[in-house]
């Protein structure tokens, strides 16, 4: 089991991979990964079955969790319970996230 991870680290394997989202973390309690929307990009997720928390790493946008909606950047924590439409919006400089799920994504 890794305990301790660097984040340069992990951007370089997102980017490996080509993908927006890259898991680092699965144990049976939660998961985390690394999440990256390009400025004036769409986030296309849907509700999930878990809890889930976000820390913004980098960048500026807004986001909508159920009827709320603010402005997120560097150092914005947000919240989102399980099954609660969610998404970012108005993405205006690259978005980088750490993703927490409890239990872990399914």
Do not use: N, T
Request: aromatic share 12%; net charge negative; hydrophobic share 40%.
């Amino acid at each position: 089991m890794k305990h301790f991870y660097q984040l340069s680290k992990l951007e370089a394997e997102l980017r490996r991979l080509g993908k927006p989202y890259f898991e680092f973390l699965r144990i049976p309690v939660m998961s985390a990964g690394l999440y990256v929307l390009s400025a004036g990009r769409p986030d296309s997720q849907s509700p999930h079955r878990q809890d889930e928390m976000y820390f913004v790493v980098r960048g500026r946008a807004r986001m909508r969790v159920g009827e709320e909606e603010q402005p997120v950047l560097a150092g914005s924590v947000i919240f989102v319970e399980a099954g609660v439409e969610h998404q970012f919006r108005d993405i205006e400089q690259d978005l980088e996230v750490l993703v927490f799920f409890a239990p872990a994504e399914s």
